[in-house]
């Protein structure tokens, strides 16, 4: 017997309590470790980048303790408080912040951006530095600058906490510097999107997406008709939700992005019916959040309509957001995968 949920009746709340002890690796990223790494052999960059963040993480929580004498004559840190992955979607940044995460000591914390910045808004900007200034790590996750506000608040979080000697590390598709472009007037921000570069060293990651390596073309959707018989196969005696893609697509307008974790809590599967395209600029970002989580939390997904690769319209693949959605195309079809020919997403 399979359990059936929806998505769509799901109404999550969240307490602050919550925001804050949700900072730390999803079950995917639970156990990962340098070690456990594998660099492409073909991109050195990779294993130059593992040799940089085990270096680093050496220093996390190196200069406390000491007494104020060694505080008022120990030689000043020049170095800088943050190391910045950029790299394409799929070469492995998160596997490596995670374990830059575990091998650190605490208390730490990681998130994705849209987490922190869910934060304060839950919390204040003043009480978030308040909280996180106690922390000898900060790792932030899919770093992007989607507008103005998260620039400018960003930008102060991130010298705040440098200036409270936290160290911080993030990941990202797209250069420091480069933060916003195509998004909004990133040129009349250039100011605070400096300060934020100037927290970071930069370790550039090559490869092509690890998922895709050797591994077959995403499997066609089904059909509506073969969703049933698929669905007990997969996942019986488990928990699925079960849900019109277009219903499913409007129930995520009144449910905020920072509730997506707990939207899916106890879902083992997910079935949608009828995919189709999203249109929306809106509704296509916040369905990037939730296929993150999906992807965190390795749900499978089985699913009829149109192909993960024409979720998103022609011209979105190609704007300012392209790499928000290359990035969820390419983690969908690999749920989808799973969920469908057995493959490890």
């Given at each position: 017997m399979v359990q059936i949920e929806q998505l769509a009746a799901r109404t999550p709340s969240v307490s602050v309590d919550e925001l804050l002890k949700g900072f730390f690796p999803?079950?995917?990223?639970?156990?990962v470790s340098f070690a456990s790494?594998?660099?492409?052999?073909?991109?050195?960059?990779?294993?130059?980048?593992?040799?940089?963040?085990?270096?680093?993480?050496?220093?996390?929580?190196?200069?406390?303790?000491?007494?104020?004498?060694?505080?008022?004559?120990?030689?000043?840190?020049?170095?800088?408080?943050?190391?910045?992955?950029?790299?394409?979607?799929?070469?492995?940044?998160?596997?490596?912040?995670?374990?830059?995460?575990?091998?650190?000591?605490?208390?730490?914390?990681?998130?994705?951006?849209?987490?922190?910045?869910?934060?304060?808004?839950?919390?204040?900007?003043?009480?978030?530095?308040?909280?996180l200034s106690g922390y000898k790590l900060v790792c932030i996750d899919e770093f992007e600058l989607d507008d103005p506000g998260d620039t400018v608040l960003m930008s102060r979080l991130m010298r705040e906490l440098a200036d409270a000697g936290v160290k911080l590390a993030a990941t990202s598709n797209t250069l420091p510097g480069s933060l916003g472009d195509g998004r909004f007037?990133?040129?009349?921000?250039?100011?605070?999107?400096?300060?934020?570069?100037?927290?970071?060293?930069?370790?550039?990651?090559?490869?092509?997406?690890?998922?895709?390596?050797?591994?077959p073309a995403a499997p066609s959707p089904l059909k509506n008709s073969e969703l049933p018989a698929h669905m007990k196969a997969e996942f019986d005696g488990k928990t699925v939700a079960q849900d019109e893609f277009s219903t499913l697509i409007a129930h995520l307008a009144g449910v905020h992005p920072s509730r997506y974790r707990q939207l899916i809590d106890g879902i083992d599967g997910v079935v949608w019916r009828n995919v189709g395209t999203i249109t929306e600029q809106a509704v296509a970002l916040r369905f990037v959040v939730l296929a993150d989580r999906l992807y965190d939390k390795d749900v499978p997904i089985l699913a009829s309509g149109v192909p993960f690769d024409k979720l998103f319209t022609e011209e979105m693949m190609t704007g300012g957001y392209m790499k928000k959605y290359f990035r969820a195309v390419s983690r969908l079809t690999a749920l989808a995968r799973e969920g469908q020919n057995h493959e490890p997403s």
């Amino acid at each position: 017997m399979v359990q059936i949920e929806q998505l769509a009746a799901r109404t999550p709340s969240v307490s602050v309590d919550e925001l804050l002890k949700g900072f730390f690796p999803s079950s995917r990223f639970g156990k990962v470790s340098f070690a456990s790494y594998r660099p492409d052999p073909k991109q050195p960059s990779q294993a130059h980048a593992v040799r940089a963040l085990e270096g680093f993480a050496a220093g996390v929580g190196a200069g406390d303790g000491g007494g104020l004498f060694k505080k008022l004559f120990a030689k000043k840190d020049t170095s800088r408080a943050g190391i910045y992955l950029d790299g394409g979607f799929g070469v492995g940044k998160t596997h490596l912040l995670a374990s830059l995460w575990h091998a650190a000591p605490g208390p730490k914390a990681f998130g994705t951006f849209v987490e922190y910045t869910n934060l304060v808004g839950a919390l204040s900007f003043r009480k978030t530095v308040d909280a996180l200034s106690g922390y000898k790590l900060v790792c932030i996750d899919e770093f992007e600058l989607d507008d103005p506000g998260d620039t400018v608040l960003m930008s102060r979080l991130m010298r705040e906490l440098a200036d409270a000697g936290v160290k911080l590390a993030a990941t990202s598709n797209t250069l420091p510097g480069s933060l916003g472009d195509g998004r909004f007037a990133a040129v009349d921000f250039q100011r605070e999107i400096q300060v934020l570069a100037d927290q970071f060293d930069v370790i550039r990651i090559d490869g092509e997406d690890f998922r895709h390596r050797g591994l077959p073309a995403a499997p066609s959707p089904l059909k509506n008709s073969e969703l049933p018989a698929h669905m007990k196969a997969e996942f019986d005696g488990k928990t699925v939700a079960q849900d019109e893609f277009s219903t499913l697509i409007a129930h995520l307008a009144g449910v905020h992005p920072s509730r997506y974790r707990q939207l899916i809590d106890g879902i083992d599967g997910v079935v949608w019916r009828n995919v189709g395209t999203i249109t929306e600029q809106a509704v296509a970002l916040r369905f990037v959040v939730l296929a993150d989580r999906l992807y965190d939390k390795d749900v499978p997904i089985l699913a009829s309509g149109v192909p993960f690769d024409k979720l998103f319209t022609e011209e979105m693949m190609t704007g300012g957001y392209m790499k928000k959605y290359f990035r969820a195309v390419s983690r969908l079809t690999a749920l989808a995968r799973e969920g469908q020919n057995h493959e490890p997403s």
